[in-house]
Nanobody
Framework: VQLVESGGGLVQAGGSLRLSCAAS????????MGWFRQAPGKEREFVTA?????????WYQDSVKDRFTISRDNNKNTLYLQMNSLEPEDTAVYYC?????????????????WGQGTQVTVSS
């Protein structure tokens, strides 16, 4: 499974970005997917996750609830992260991840494949 993120960049506080993660190499629908992030000097942390197949279940880290939205398009083999009302604290490298054989996963230990990451920088 290959995962390629895109859509990162520099944005002012209060702005928006949409990240994409293109998947290949397997049946995308059967993968549960997630987004993680890692800020400088900090450990990688969970951001949000979406269940496999229809993506009917979603989980969010408390700090991004009501600001970020995860979604998937199985026809395009693509995962999205819509980020609104961005804050400087959201600055990090954002990683897309895929979990095999689980309906949904919120722990990094449960993910089998990772993208290379895309930088998001929010200026104050």
């Amino acid at each position: 499974v290959q995962l390629v993120e895109s859509g990162g960049g520099l944005v002012q506080a209060g702005g928006s970005l949409r990240l994409s993660c293109a998947a290949s190499g397997t049946s995308f629908s059967s993968l549960s997917m997630g987004w993680f992030r890692q800020a400088p000097g900090k450990e990688r942390e969970f951001v949000t996750a979406i269940s496999w197949w229809t993506g009917s279940k979603m989980w969010y880290q408390d700090s991004v609830k009501d600001r970020f939205t995860i979604s998937r398009d199985n026809n395009k083999n693509t995962l999205y992260l819509q980020m609104n009302s961005l804050e400087p604290e959201d600055t990090a490298v954002y990683y897309c991840a895929a979990s095999v054989g689980r309906e949904v996963a919120v722990s990094s230990k449960d993910y089998n494949y990772w993208g290379q990451g895309t930088q998001v920088t929010v200026s104050s």
